[in-house]
Structures are given as structure tokens and as C-alpha cells.
């Protein structure tokens, strides 16, 4: 199939492109963005975007799909189907799957089942450790060989300072990248919010930001020392965002991401003891968040993900220090963003550049990008639209969402994927 | 799921008045007064006795105890039965859901036997919020503890028991000494306090048990007993739990003790009538010496008695609330049907 996406206005970061122009798409790839059709092309299908914005379809560092062993929760099918939603095409997925994505045979039953549901790619991140208890090493090559993109640990941090010296050289020869989420499980302490007045007054057991931050500082030191690529993932404190800046500047090859919820929502929304808020690491002060966007603006945060993880109800239906972790947040993603543009909290290139090329070039692969001859993966978005979230629509088998009742400007229209229509919103 | 569920305020009906009892956070001063001019009038003001009374007469009160307690436990039971109420108590702990029914379910199991109330104890905070937001309509949630949270009814008999000894609230000065942090006592009480508008609320103890920002809840933090100490009016002791030591919080009871016990010679520093108060059960030795606990200046009995009828003052005022707003939905409803009487009649007139 040929395509041509006319008069759109094409913001493709990765070339520094903002303007109103054609995207020609052939045999799955981007022929041209250009004025005029290369010689010789000739559109079977011709899509208006006259006032629509045509995006490299959005690479999301951390999506959890529910499988395997979370099925209830969420299908590869249902998550890949509600990332192009969200105009996502690219999805790295965590290792807390269960089984453990630590061995060769899951990281291919994921890839199986992605290449069968045909929506998005999906890139298995593989584990340190084996079943991540940060004791012993896995068989990272192997598991770069069946296709993991990256290693990690998840959200849980290796403790052992030996081991975790031990992974980041190990790993560092091999080149992949490693994906570090950095908390003190000492500091955590069993604790489900940021310590600050909001649990003072609610009496909810403390997670201090000393849990991120010494963390990450020791992770530092390690990385340094063993000079592999390291990624943060999902900072959520001011200082973190302080660490990051001194550790580029002192030239480490470390990049960081945070996720999309934490430039929205702080500890003040946990007022309610409303279980949907409760995300690890925890929804911070507003100082931190504050922190946070600036730290997106100045470019030390590199890339910002969904951190999208589908729950089962029940498991939110409970008190909240007893509730699961987590938001489904594929879908909210780029609206979330948008509205972070709307409010003048970060310029509109800045935002794409979160979520499409810096993102792809953490993990090394050509996504994320309309340059000629790369994946036709875009997604068309109405920059107008105006849109209520409301659970029952959610593509995604997880309905936990703070953001339910939100009203948004700026929806996605249409995806392509490998040069396919893979979403169209209903007209409704 | 709805986004925003409910701030503090779930414990009011659309008269404004207690439908709950989960926090003293978002409730006024009117509400707690009513509270304790209530309970008063429980108790014979020569014997200090609380007699029976037939308000609660075919309500039935369960009180659900995820968290072991005797105490609080037995004086809500106590508080039930004055009432003339049908009580019911289960210690659930985790029995039932470890076999795999969920909190919910445990929660209409019971509401579908008829329960007009549930009195609950719970260790996550917040938890009395959660069971409200899932109760029916007519049944109501008094929170006897949750988590760290709050226990509003301890903090009430507190109140109680300091107007019994100094009239106004307003123009006194409190201490509170001990774990501020883990104590869910110690957050209602300083909410009581605040919403009394008493002058100055203290809170003294190491920084190991005091909360990230204890400044937020109003109060002038202290972490030496001597300071903290001066001219208060009343001296509130909070329990120190044996698994502060374990955990590394403090470290032994006997150097807790030295700094922070209460001595008859630290007592000296507050006014010379301060009353010394313990939420109990008391540690003799470890949080206050016996010759205070058993002296002139305590009323730490006391407190036991009022939380009787401080109890059954919330209870009889949860119940009365909720008459009264059938009441008046009726009368809204008569009225309405009225109204269409006289637009029946106005038509026909007409023609």
C-alpha cells in the first residue's frame, strides 16, 4: 500500500521539522516528507491532514502489557491496540512479567505474540537478574541475542552494592543498554507516600526522597566506574533531577526519563486516599514537580514515558497502602503532554522530542522518526479536538486511571504502523 | 471509579450534619461540641455513672476489628449496649481474606445481615474512608482506628475529659510528648484541637517519631522535654511501642525515658494545675514515671469512663442525623406532591 498524507503540519523532531507539508509512505516506509511526490509515486489511498499534526508514532520506554502471567490485567493484544490509541507504535516492556522475562524463551513468546497482534512494535527489556532478586547475573547475551533492547531490574533496584558493580560491568562489554529505577528499599521502608505534610496529616507510612536520591547517587559512582550506558528510569524527586545535571556535566553517558503522571499530579492528590493515585515511586511535592518539568525543558530529563501499567480492579479496591501500584496510561500519554504545552509548561518540539527521538535513541533503533527510508510508524493527531476520558472507552483492559473525567485538547486521529492504518477513531 | 472520591467531607449528609465518624479533619467546632455537650448528658454529673438508654433499640452495630484491641474494642461494646443496641463483634484480622475473599466482600457479607453500623478498626490508613465509599446508603461508618491515620473517638474523650477539668478549650496550652509519628491518636487529637482553636498545641519527642513535616498540622515541635514543657496546661503521654526499639528509632526505653519521660520534677515546669492525660495502656517507667501516672495530676481513669459516653454520644447523633434527613426527605416529598395538588387545582380553576 502507498499512502500519501497530504498538507499536514509535520513535526518530526528528529529534523528539527516543523512545517506544513506531504508524507509519502511505501512498502512500510517513509518515502519522503516533502512538497512534492518523488517520481513516479502514485498514492493507492490519500489522507487529508489539512489542520491535523502528523507525529512520528510515540516510543514508550516503560509499558507493562499484562503478559505474560497478568492476562486478567491486560493481553498484548488489548495494551498494543491501546498504545495506537495513544499514537504510540513503539513499546519497551519491563521484565516483571511472570514468568520473569530473564531467559530467552519469554523475551520470544513476547516478540510471538507481538508479531501476531501486528500493532505496535514491542521491544522485551530483559532482566539483570535472574527472577530480578538481584543476586544473580542472567544470561544478558542471550537474551540481547533473542531481541531484548535493554536490561533491567524493573522496579526492583538491585540492593547488594557488589552485585549491582558486578551487572553494570558484566553488561558494559556487551552493549546494551542498562535501564536502573533507583530506590533504597531500607529508606522505602514499607512506605506508600512522599513523606511531606500530605502524609504527616494522613498518617500514611513515608517514603522519603533520600529512598530515590542516595540511591541513585551510589548507582552513579557505580556507573561511572564501570563506564557502561546507563538509562534512569521514572526520577521523581527535585534533587534527583540535580544528580542527572552534574552527572552530564562531568560528561557520564547517562540519560534519565520520568513518567508523564508525575508533571501532572503531586501528593496533594492523595488527599482522598484514593487508591488510583497510589504509583511507585509515589507522587511527589509540588517542588518536585515543578522540578521535574524544568528538568523536561532543559533537556536533562531525556524522555518522558507512560509507565503504563494495567491493573486489575480489585486490585485498586482495597485501602490504599494495600492497593497496587500503577496507572494505565497509554492512552493519556500525548494528551497529557499536549496539555503540558497548553499551559506553557514546555514548548511543543520539546514535548515530541520526549517521545519520539530521544527515546529512540536511548535504546539505539530507528523509530521514532520520519527520515526518509525509517518504519512507517506516525500517528495524525487533531491538535482541536476536545475529549472527556472515560474508562468505558479505554481500549486498554486496565481502567485504573486518575485522570478518568479530565477533559483534554488534542486527540489522535489515526496511527500507522509499518505503513498500516492500525487505528482510526470512531466517529462517534 | 469516579476521578475526585471524596475528601473529608464524605462524613457529612446534604444537611451538613455527621453521617459518618472517619476523621475530625473537615468537620467545625459546632459538630464537636455537639459531641461533647451530648456526652455529658450521658453522665449522672453526682455519680459519674452512664445509664442505660433506649435510643439504639432495634439497630444493630457491628464492630469489625482487623487490628487486635481490648480496650477500644470493649468500650465501644459497653458504648452499644447503653445504647440498647444489637452488637455484634468479629476479630477478622486477616482470617478471611487470606482465604481469598476480598475486603469488599467480607464488608457486604456482613451489611447484607442487617447491619445498621459499622464501627471499624483497620491497620491501613485510610481504610475507614475506603468502607464508607463502599457501604449502602443507610448504613454508617465509625472509624475506631485506622492505620496511623486517625481515631477520632479517642481524640473526642480527650477533649472531653480536658473541658471537664479547665471549661474553655481556647486558652490553653497542650503538650503532646512521645511518637508523634506512628500515632493516629496524637493526629486526631491535634485536629480536635485545632478545630477548638486552643491556644497553642506542643509536640515534643526525638526526631525519629516525629512525621516529615509535622508543622503542617499546626503545632510547635519540640525535642526537649524542658522547653516543651513550660507552662503548659495539659500534658498528653502517648504509648511507645515496643517495635520503635527494633526498628532503630529510638535507642532502649530506659534512654527514651531520660529524655522524655514524664518525671514528677518535669511535671513541676507546667502550671501548677496541669492535668496529665494517657491515651493507655500505660507503660509505668518507660513513657511516665508511677509517682505522676498514680499522682493528683492525673486523670487517666478518667478518660476511660468518658470514652464510654463520648462514644455513645456519636453514635446517638449518627443515628438521630439520619432520622432526621428521612424526615425531612419525606416532608420534601409531601410538599412536592402538594405543590402538585395546587398546580391541579390552579388548572382547574382555570378552566
Redesign the interface.
Known amino acids: 500500500m502507498r499512502h500519501i498524507i497530504s498538507n499536514g503540519r509535520v513535526i518530526d523532531p528528529s529534523q528539527n521539522l516543523d512545517k506544513i507539508t506531504n508524507v509519502y509512505l511505501a512498502r512500510g516506509r517513509v518515502l519522503a516528507v516533502a512538497d512534492e511526490a518523488p517520481e513516479g509515486f502514485t498514492a493507492d489511498q490519500e489522507i487529508d491532514a489539512t489542520g491535523k499534526w502528523v507525529l512520528p508514532g510515540l516510543v514508550d520506554l516503560q509499558a507493562r502489557l499484562g503478559e505474560p502471567g497478568n492476562q486478567y490485567a491486560g493481553s498484548i493484544a488489548s495494551e498494543t491496540q491501546a498504545a495506537v490509541a495513544g499514537g504510540i507504535t513503539s513499546i519497551c516492556c519491563p521484565p516483571d512479567t511472570s514468568p520473569v522475562n530473564d531467559s530467552q524463551a519469554v523475551t520470544e513468546l513476547l516478540q510471538r505474540r507481538a508479531r501476531q497482534a501486528a500493532t505496535a512494535f514491542v521491544m522485551p527489556i530483559g532482566a539483570m537478574t535472574q527472577e530480578l532478586e538481584g543476586e544473580r547475573l542472567s544470561n544478558s547475551f542471550s537474551l540481547k541475542q533473542a531481541g531484548c533492547i535493554a536490561l533491567s531490574q524493573a522496579n526492583k533496584s538491585i540492593q547488594n552494592s557488589l552485585t549491582l558493580k558486578n551487572a553494570l560491568e558484566y553488561n558494559s562489554t556487551l552493549d546494551i543498554p542498562i535501564f536502573l529505577r533507583c530506590e533504597d528499599t531500607q529508606l522505602k521502608n514499607g512506605g506508600v507516600a512522599h513523606s511531606g505534610p500530605v502524609s504527616s496529616r494522613l498518617g500514611l507510612p513515608e517514603i522519603p526522597p533520600a529512598a530515590e536520591t542516595a540511591a541513585l547517587a551510589r548507582d552513579l559512582i557505580l556507573v561511572e566506574e564501570s563506564g557502561v550506558k546507563a538509562h534512569f528510569s521514572q526520577i521523581s524527586c527535585a534533587r534527583s533531577v540535580e544528580l542527572i545535571a552534574d552527572a552530564k556535566k562531568r560528561g557520564l553517558p547517562v540519560t534519565c526519563d520520568v513518567a508523564i503522571h508525575q508533571l501532572h499530579l503531586s501528593e496533594m492528590d492523595l488527599l482522598g486516599f484514593n487508591s488510583l493515585f497510589n504509583v511507585s515511586p509515589p507522587l511527589r511535592g509540588m517542588s518536585d514537580k515543578q522540578a521535574l518539568i524544568l528538568g523536561v525543558k532543559s533537556g536533562i530529563i531525556d524522555a518522558i514515558v507512560s509507565d503504563h501499567t494495567p491493573l486489575e480492579k480489585d486490585t485498586k479496591l482495597l485501602p490504599f497502602g494495600e492497593s497496587a501500584p500503577g496507572i494505565s496510561g497509554l492512552e493519556t500519554l500525548l494528551s497529557l503532554l499536549l496539555k503540558l504545552v497548553q499551559d506553557n509548561a514546555i514548548e511543543l518540539m520539546t514535548a515530541i522530542r520526549c517521545v519520539t527521538q530521544m527515546p529512540a535513541q536511548i535504546i539505539d533503533c530507528q523509530r521514532g522518526s520520519l527520515t526518509e527510508g525509517s518504519s512507517a510508524d506516525l500517528c495524525i493527531v487533531d491538535p482541536e479536538a476536545i475529549w472527556t476520558l472515560e474508562t468505558q472507552n479505554m481500549m486498554s483492559e486496565g481502567k485504573n486511571t486518575p485522570f478518568a473525567g479530565w477533559e483534554f485538547v488534542g486527540q489522535v486521529e489515526q496511527t500507522f504502523f509499518q505503513g498500516r492504518p492500525v487505528y482510526k477513531k470512531s466517529q462517534a | 471509579?469516579?476521578?475526585?472520591?471524596?475528601?473529608?467531607n464524605i462524613q457529612l449528609n446534604e444537611l451538613g450534619k455527621l453521617k459518618h465518624f472517619l476523621t475530625l479533619?473537615g468537620l467545625k467546632a459546632h459538630h464537636l461540641t455537639e459531641i461533647l455537650d451530648t456526652a455529658e448528658s450521658f453522665i449522672n454529673p453526682t455519680t459519674n455513672e452512664i445509664k442505660k438508654v433506649p435510643i439504639l433499640r432495634g439497630k444493630s452495630i457491628m464492630n469489625l476489628f482487623f487490628e487486635p484491641s481490648t480496650r477500644t474494642r470493649t468500650t465501644f461494646e459497653i458504648a452499644e449496649k447503653r445504647l440498647s443496641a444489637d452488637v455484634e463483634s468479629l476479630d477478622i484480622q486477616t482470617s478471611a481474606t487470606k482465604k481469598g475473599e476480598?475486603?469488599?466482600d467480607t464488608l457486604w457479607n456482613l451489611q447484607a445481615m442487617q447491619a445498621d453500623m459499622f464501627v471499624i478498626r483497620?491497620s491501613?490508613?485510610?481504610?475507614a474512608?475506603?468502607f464508607s465509599q463502599?457501604v449502602a446508603p443507610h448504613v454508617h461508618v465509625m472509624n475506631a482506628g485506622?492505620?496511623?491515620?486517625?481515631h477520632p473517638t479517642q481524640a473526642m474523650l480527650d477533649m472531653f475529659t480536658i473541658r471537664k477539668h479547665k471549661g474553655d478549650i481556647y486558652d490553653l496550652t497542650v503538650a503532646i510528648i512521645g511518637d508523634v509519628l506512628h500515632s493516629?491518636v496524637v493526629?486526631s487529637q491535634i485536629q480536635a484541637l485545632s478545630i477548638l482553636e486552643v491556644r497553642e498545641i506542643r509536640v515534643i519527642g526525638p526526631k525519629t517519631l516525629m512525621?516529615?513535616?509535622?508543622e503542617?498540622?499546626g503545632v510547635h515541635v519540640y525535642h526537649n522535654m524542658e522547653e516543651g514543657l513550660k507552662d503548659v496546661d495539659v500534658v498528653i503521654m502517648v504509648r511507645l511501642q515496643n517495635e520503635r526499639m527494633t526498628s532503630a528509632l529510638i535507642p532502649s526505653e530506659k534512654e527514651f525515658f531520660k529524655l522524655y519521660g514524664l518525671t514528677e520534677q518535669r511535671l513541676a515546669l507546667a502550671k501548677p494545675d496541669a492535668i496529665v492525660m494517657h491515651p493507655g495502656p500505660i507503660n509505668r517507667g518507660v513513657e511516665i514515671d508511677s509517682a505522676v501516672a498514680d499522682g493528683p495530676q492525673s486523670v487517666i481513669l478518667e478518660q476511660v469512663t468518658y470514652g464510654i459516653a463520648v462514644r455513645m454520644a456519636v453514635m446517638a447523633i449518627i443515628m438521630s442525623n439520619a432520622a432526621q434527613l428521612a424526615q425531612h426527605k419525606l416532608e420534601l416529598e409531601q410538599q412536592a406532591s402538594l405543590d402538585l395538588v395546587d398546580i391541579d387545582n390552579a388548572m382547574e380553576d382555570t378552566l
Open positions: 471509579m469516579s476521578a475526585k472520591l471524596a475528601g473529608p479533619e476480598s475486603l469488599l483497620h491501613e490508613s485510610g481504610a474512608h475506603f463502599h485506622d492505620g496511623q491515620h486517625a493516629r493526629r512525621p516529615e513535616s509535622p503542617a498540622m
